[in-house]
């Protein structure tokens, strides 16, 4: 698959300054040949005894979407946070489906400094809380050599638990937008999505959040929809021997937080007033939280 529709540019050292400087910052690590190329983004010293925290975006989603945690776990540990395969700068999946999702992933996990010697602690976000329990359960039983042990499996409003949503309000196609290259248009429509879906708070859609959602829609290749509304993932983290731990906002439309933890049967934490994208919305909760998760190790 190609991204969904032409795409209008974005002046990210303006709109979204601290993707822009974390993007400058970056080591930048490309895994798999050409075709199947696998972009990595990785901050934080790669020299200590401590194992690397990889991070998953959500479906239609970048690394950014990870934007304001970044610098506060990589104070601790190496960072790496892929652009997905099939999502932002990496290369589409072509006529793959999920499984080469997953193994692109895989074989781009074991070339992270310092992951074969340790394994590694890896958190997901939506869609990428689902793939991150795959990662995780076919580590588990992995027979090659080269697989990568996860340890802490943490999961931000998980995609996969088979519960009922709650939408807020339904979603505006920005398509048309796009192609007519209409940018006030395209943003009175991402503004829109945005406040449906992902944030809560009015006051936490800044210009940064419009900039990293609407790039991240227009490169997206990959539609994750119907894997996010099917069940599965409690079986998948039954086949992770190591731990786990979930977190919701308080207003996810993608779950009822309560319903979610009991179908999917581990620690959780629900943050209020926070929506779906709880870790820019409650983003220093959410560091705790994930420092506090990892602590010791």
């Known amino acids: 698959m190609t991204p969904e529709t032409a795409t209008l540019p974005l002046d990210f050292t303006t709109r979204a300054p601290r993707a822009s400087r974390l993007d400058a910052l970056a080591r930048h690590l490309d895994t798999g040949p050409g075709g199947s190329r696998v972009r990595w983004r990785g901050w934080g010293a790669v020299d200590t005894q401590r194992r690397p925290l990889v991070l998953l975006h959500g479906g239609h989603g970048s690394w950014m979407h990870w934007v304001r945690n970044i610098e506060a776990l990589a104070r601790d540990r190496a960072v790496w946070v892929p652009d997905m395969p099939g999502y932002g700068d990496s290369d589409a999946l072509g006529e793959g489906g999920f499984d080469t999702l997953v193994e692109r992933l895989m074989a781009g996990v074991a070339q992270l400094p310092g992951a074969r010697g340790r394994g590694i602690d890896l958190a997901g976000f939506s869609f990428g809380g689902l793939v991150a329990a795959h990662l995780a359960a076919r580590a588990a039983v992995a027979s ?3 697989a990568v042990r996860v340890h802490h499996l943490l999961l931000l409003g998980p995609a996969g638990h088979g519960g009922a949503r709650r939408p807020r309000g339904p979603l505006q196609d920005w398509h048309a937008a796009a192609q007519a290259q209409d940018h006030a248009a395209l943003a009175a429509i991402m ?3 945005l406040l449906m879906h992902m944030l809560h708070d009015e006051a936490a859609l800044d210009d940064e959040a419009l900039a990293i959602h609407t790039h991240a829609c227009q490169a997206t290749c990959f539609r994750s929809k119907r894997l996010s509304r099917a069940g599965g993932l409690q079986s998948l ?3 992770h021997a190591g731990p786990v731990a979930a977190v919701w906002g308080a207003h996810d439309v993608t ?3 309560a319903q979610a933890a009991a179908l999917v049967g581990c620690p959780a934490q629900v943050i209020p007033g926070a929506g779906h994208w709880v870790q820019y919305e409650a983003a ?4 705790a939280w994930l420092r506090d998760a990892l602590a010791g190790d």
Do not use: G
Request: a negative charge.
């Open 144 to 146: 090659d050599q080269t």
């Open 191 to 193: 503004r829109h999505n």
């Open 237 to 239: 983290l039954a086949a």
């Open 255 to 257: 779950a009822d937080p």
């Open 284 to 287: 220093a909760l959410i560091d």
